[in-house]
């Protein structure tokens, strides 16, 4: 299996840009995570779905940030409009029967600078 | 009551050491307690995890040790080796499918 895949694997943009990062989960898991790396904050868990259902948006830092998931290969996290402090390594990672004991595949991750 | 606290936030280990990294947790339901490795430039990966059923849980040189009444648990690196080099995270979880992460530790192991 290929693992977790994100596109694109670095992004710059400048301030008030819309960014789509995208992420396709390991054939058959029915749950993917979306998170957030900072240096100050660590990894901060933004929004999950299952079964392409978004269940949990409790972590996403306000309006500006969206995330879809129209089928069970393909999901979307936008940022519109991006801002500096939003810099940061976004991961997105799937599992098997969620997260509460089961393991989480993680991505290689989309690094973002927003300037 | 969420949170997972995780010391130190870097470690400098000599080749052969052991490492010891270090979370504490508030919330008593939480019953699953992985650890997380991530290399630089990749995604977080399991490592090893515990329930809190047992006090000691060992895979090859790496042993979680939970300790219930201090609600603390601590990742063991024996033999530390340089491709031990990364970021650990230690992480929580009860009966939900979020994962509460610590802020992570970054081990450098030097030969």
């Known amino acids: 299996d290929a693992g977790v895949i994100q596109s694109p694997r670095h992004e710059v943009t400048e301030m008030g840009q819309e960014v789509t990062l995208r992420c396709k989960p390991i054939?058959?898991?029915?749950?993917l995570f979306w998170y957030r790396q900072t240096m100050m904050r660590g990894l901060e868990l933004l929004i999950y779905f299952n079964n392409n259902v978004p269940i949990d948006d409790s972590g996403m830092p306000e309006d500006r940030f969206s995330a879809k998931m129209p089928n069970a290969s393909f999901s979307t996290l936008k940022i519109q409009p991006s801002e500096p402090r939003d810099s940061a390594v976004y991961f997105c990672a799937s599992s098997l029967n969620g997260g509460h004991m089961n393991e989480q595949f993680f991505g290689p991750g989309t690094r973002l600078t927003v300037l | 009551q969420q949170q997972v606290k995780q010391s130190p936030q870097s470690l400098i280990v000599q080749k052969g050491g052991i490492s010891i990294i270090n979370c504490a947790y508030e919330?008593?339901?939480?019953?699953?307690f992985p650890w997380y490795q991530q290399f630089p430039g990749k995604g977080p990966a399991l490592l090893i995890a515990i329930r809190p059923d047992v006090s000691e849980k060992k895979e090859g040189r790496f042993t979680i040790s939970f300790n219930k009444s201090a609600k603390q648990f601590s990742l063991h690196i024996m033999d530390s080796q340089p491709g031990d080099s990364a970021t650990y995270f230690c992480?929580?979880?009860?009966?939900?499918?979020?994962?509460?992460f610590g802020t992570g530790t970054r081990l450098q192991v030097f030969p």
């Open positions: 992480a929580a979880s009860y009966n939900t499918d979020k994962l509460i």
């Open positions: 054939s058959g898991h029915d749950y």
């Open positions: 919330n008593t339901a939480f019953d699953y």
